[in-house]
């Protein structure tokens, strides 16, 4: 282990806080980056002389290189990480979700930092899932501008991998879940918006007919594969799905709430959101292979914990 600092983009957010602390916790430096649009400096432990926080944006490519220099690596997490808001605004977050990871591919190649983590995700497949597991072959259809910059970003990455050398390890993220991962805004994850309403008895809305399915991924479960990929010695090319081949629809997980909590606040539906997709499970043969699996905490487990009955 060298003693320059791993960079974490979007270290004060929900994935970023969590990699954060466990990198510390084995004894590196981390710096963050971070605008805290949806971050919080009370995610992070900004009392170890180990972490520093830079606060700005990855579209600001000085503030980049001045991020990148002297690392050994990076995550880069940083990104409006709602589809929905990518639809609603997609000249805005084009700029933290594909702008921001070209910035960091040239201030890697000058800095000559090689090893990059990258949160790409399931929307890069759309609809293709419809019904099956994806494969990290299957054919992409993006279908949200967020889908199409973390394509975008891909691409990129795989050129300044050839070009340039640069050692990007790609994870096409499921959905992930898990404390920290904030249910203030309606763009926010659904089991954060759900869990939070569920205990507040607040009532909650579903998108649709809620028979939409989703492979859920407890954000303790991801963190050790990011360290592993931020700190094997070699990377393997291509992206790499994160999730369990298991999915469950918005009703099932529901249910699983008012298991775990007896009862449920009033459930409304309304219109399916725009290019929202319909079923996602990932096929996760690759991430077996390649990376050491925790072992899976059952959503059960995950919810229980979110909801204080742990
Ligand atoms: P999050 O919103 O908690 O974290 C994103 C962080 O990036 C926040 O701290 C935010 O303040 C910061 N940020 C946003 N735009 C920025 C900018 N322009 N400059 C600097 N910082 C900026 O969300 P998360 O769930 O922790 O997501 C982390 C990454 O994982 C994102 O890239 C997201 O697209 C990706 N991802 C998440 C999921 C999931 O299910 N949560 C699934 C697939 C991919
Ligand atoms: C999520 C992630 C995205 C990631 C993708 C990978 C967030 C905010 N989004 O997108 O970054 O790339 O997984 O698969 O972390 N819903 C409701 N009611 C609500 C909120 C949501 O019905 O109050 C529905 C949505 O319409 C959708 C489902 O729940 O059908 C999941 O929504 P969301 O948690 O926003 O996740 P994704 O869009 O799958």
């Not at 090689?114 to 299957?138: I, K, M, P, Q």
């Not at 300044?160 to 991962?181: C, D, S, V």
Request: hydrophobic share 45%; aromatic share 6%; net charge negative.
């Amino acid at each position: 282990m060298t003693d320059s600092p791993i960079l974490i983009t979007g270290g004060a957010g929900f994935i970023g806080s969590h990699l954060a602390d466990a990198l510390l916790a084995a004894g590196y430096r981390v710096r963050v980056l971070d605008n805290l649009s949806t971050g919080r400096r009370s995610n992070l432990a900004l009392d170890n002389p180990r972490l520093e926080l830079l606060e700005g944006d990855v579209a600001d490519a000085a503030l980049m290189r001045r991020a990148v220099a002297g690392c050994q690596a990076v995550a880069h997490l940083a990104a409006v990480a709602s589809v929905q808001a990518s639809v609603d605004d997609p000249v805005s977050t084009h700029q933290s979700n594909f702008i921001g990871t070209l910035n960091l591919c040239e201030a890697m190649r000058e800095a000559g930092v090689r090893r990059v983590v990258f949160a790409s995700s399931a929307a890069v497949y759309g609809n293709n899932g419809e019904g099956v597991a994806v494969r990290e072959d299957t054919p992409k259809a993006p279908l949200t501008p967020y889908a199409a910059d973390k394509l975008a970003s891909e691409f990129y990455l795989d050129f300044y991998q050839r070009q340039h050398g640069l050692e990007p390890a790609i994870f096409r993220f499921f959905n992930i879940f898990g404390p920290r991962q904030d249910p203030s805004s309606p763009y926010s994850g659904v089991i954060s918006i759900f869990t939070e309403r569920a205990q507040a008895g607040t009532p909650i809305k579903v998108f649709g007919d809620g028979e939409q399915t989703r492979d859920f991924f407890y954000v303790a479960d991801l963190v050790p594969l990011l360290v592993q990929a931020l700190t094997n010695a070699q990377v393997q090319g291509g992206a790499v799905n994160v999730g369990h081949n298991q999915s469950i629809s918005l009703n099932q997980l529901l249910d699983a709430i008012r298991g775990v909590l007896g009862s449920l606040p009033p459930v409304s539906h309304g219109e399916a959101r725009p290019g929202d997709i319909r079923h996602s499970r990932a096929d996760n043969g690759l991430l077996l292979e390649r990376f050491l699996m925790p072992p899976a905490t059952p959503l059960q487990v995950g919810l229980a914990t979110l909801l204080g009955r742990a």
